[in-house]
């Protein structure tokens, strides 16, 4: 684990390998680096991969009472000069998805490839910011209880018994999220815009990862998303969740490697 000074705080993360492309991790909501600890090493044999704690998560401090997908991205662009790497791919589970969206939007001649793991470019519908909202009072209420509630409801129904050992192991990190740290990134995620724009004219490879049974997003959604252009590509699970990187582990793992071959 490594530490650097970002706006005052502390920002933690993870390298792995040090040759070929430098590939960026981006965790979800309530995740940490940990979430790609089987992922990272795997996809290290040819190129660096840097796995971030986003501010409020994991390792690294909380930075505000609002965390931003641009802050996120004022992060992720923190570390990249700190290890002197000009351009890298880009991975972002979920909430990983919009801060590598935002990145994009920031530093576009930073990014050799973008991948939305179970992640959209679109913002929150009305209905959604309202669930960040009800969200946002439970977590002042009770954070804990939350989080037991949460994590569950991410996976396909069936999937939570499969994994249970899997799931008890997410809440158990994701209970080490403080409770400020998971308000700010709910307000963050709520604000951030719609960057489905950028689809229309990325100069580099763009894929999907999509469970067709994700209870957070439509995955039809997510396919419209994909017919922006003919170098944007994507992949249906049809089994899947919004926790593909646990309910199909060695299908996610093929399916990045092949992507980042492709950037």
Same mark, same amino acid.
């Given at each position: 684990?490594?530490?650097? @000074?970002?706006?005052?705080?502390?920002?933690?993360?993870?390298?792995?390998?040090?040759?070929?492309?430098?590939?960026?991790?981006?965790?979800?909501?309530?995740?940490?680096?940990?979430?790609?600890?089987?992922? #990272?090493?795997?996809?290290?044999?040819s190129r660096r991969v840097i796995a971030l704690d986003l501010p409020g998560h994991g390792k690294t401090d909380c930075l505000g009472y609002v965390h931003t997908m641009e802050l996120m991205a004022? #992060?992720?662009?923190?570390?990249?000069?700190?290890?002197?790497?000009?351009? #890298?791919?880009?991975?972002?589970?979920?909430?990983?998805?919009?801060?590598?969206?935002?990145?994009?939007?920031?530093?576009?001649?930073?990014?050799?490839?973008?991948?939305? &793991?179970?992640? @959209?470019?679109?913002?929150?519908?009305?209905?959604?910011?309202?669930?960040?909202?009800?969200?946002?009072?439970?977590?002042?209420?009770?954070?804990?209880?939350?989080?037991?509630?949460?994590?569950?409801?991410?996976?396909?129904?069936?999937?939570?018994?499969?994994?249970?050992?899997?799931?008890? #192991?997410?809440?158990?990190?994701?209970?080490?999220?403080?409770?400020?740290?998971?308000?700010?990134?709910?307000?963050?995620?709520?604000?951030?815009?719609?960057?489905?724009?950028?689809?229309?004219?990325?100069?580099?490879?763009?894929?999907?990862?999509?469970?067709?049974?994700?209870?957070?997003?439509? =995955?039809?959604?997510?396919?419209?998303?994909?017919?922006?252009?003919?170098?944007?590509? =994507? @992949?249906?699970? @049809?089994?899947?969740?919004?926790?593909?990187?646990?309910?199909?582990?060695?299908?996610?793992?093929?399916?990045?490697?092949? &992507?980042?071959?492709?950037?």
């Amino acid at each position: 684990m490594h530490k650097i @000074t970002f706006k005052g705080g502390k920002l933690a993360f993870t390298v792995n390998g040090n040759r070929g492309p430098t590939v960026m991790l981006l965790h979800g909501f309530l995740e940490s680096q940990q979430m790609w600890e089987h992922y #990272a090493p795997a996809l290290a044999k040819s190129r660096r991969v840097i796995a971030l704690d986003l501010p409020g998560h994991g390792k690294t401090d909380c930075l505000g009472y609002v965390h931003t997908m641009e802050l996120m991205a004022e #992060a992720m662009l923190a570390v990249l000069n700190h290890l002197k790497c000009r351009k #890298a791919i880009l991975i972002g589970h979920s909430m990983g998805g919009y801060a590598a969206l935002a990145f994009a939007e920031r530093y576009p001649d930073h990014v050799k490839g973008l991948c939305l &793991f179970f992640s @959209t470019a679109r913002a929150d519908s009305k209905a959604k910011k309202i669930g960040r909202d009800q969200a946002i009072k439970m977590v002042k209420e009770n954070h804990k209880s939350f989080i037991r509630k949460s994590i569950p409801l991410l996976f396909r129904p069936k999937n939570r018994a499969v994994f249970r050992s899997e799931l008890n #192991a997410l809440k158990k990190q994701a209970l080490k999220t403080p409770k400020r740290g998971i308000i700010a990134a709910l307000e963050g995620m709520k604000l951030r815009p719609d960057r489905e724009i950028l689809l229309k004219f990325a100069p580099y490879p763009v894929h999907f990862v999509i469970g067709q049974r994700d209870p957070v997003l439509d =995955y039809s959604e997510l396919i419209d998303q994909t017919k922006h252009g003919s170098y944007i590509t =994507y @992949t249906l699970l @049809t089994e899947t969740g919004h926790m593909g990187f646990i309910e199909a582990k060695s299908t996610c793992l093929k399916d990045l490697r092949k &992507f980042i071959q492709r950037c």
